[in-house]
């Protein structure tokens, strides 16, 4: 017989995936969550919440992050500042589509976007 698995060997298994499966692990396990919190969902509200809940590619991310560590760092280059300007342009419009998103289902579910991040337990939107 099997011993069930702990979540120190969930975690242990996870960290040994590749980006890509980490990802769509991280994605399944997040609507999992969602499902076990609201098991009951509509189409629009499944659909809503895989968008929520999609992420913008780590390359971008991970180049976000550098640029702007390197900006507080003030050891940035013009030409990487200017990189980094349309980098936030595109996490901008990512947490605006973002925000968007959780109003509907806000609206949908009769509650308060506060109260839907909550519920779901998201995460702030990316602070740059």
Known sequence: MNAPLTVPDLLDNASRLD??????FFKAMLALRAKRIAPVLSQKEAD??????????SDTMERY???TE???SETISAEEYDELLGLVQIVEQYNVQRLKLVVELANLRKITAQQLMKQ???MPLYNG
């Not at 980006?19 to 769509?24: G, L, M």
């Not at 809503?48 to 590619?57: F, G, Q, R, S, V």
Request: glycine share 4%; no cysteine; charged share 35%.
């Open 70 to 72: 390197k900006r507080r």
């Open 19 to 24: 980006t890509s499966e980490f990802e769509s």
């Open 65 to 67: 992050d550098l640029l």
């Open 48 to 57: 809503l919440l895989e968008k929520i809940y999609t992420k913008l590619p």
């Open 120 to 122: 779901l337990g998201l």
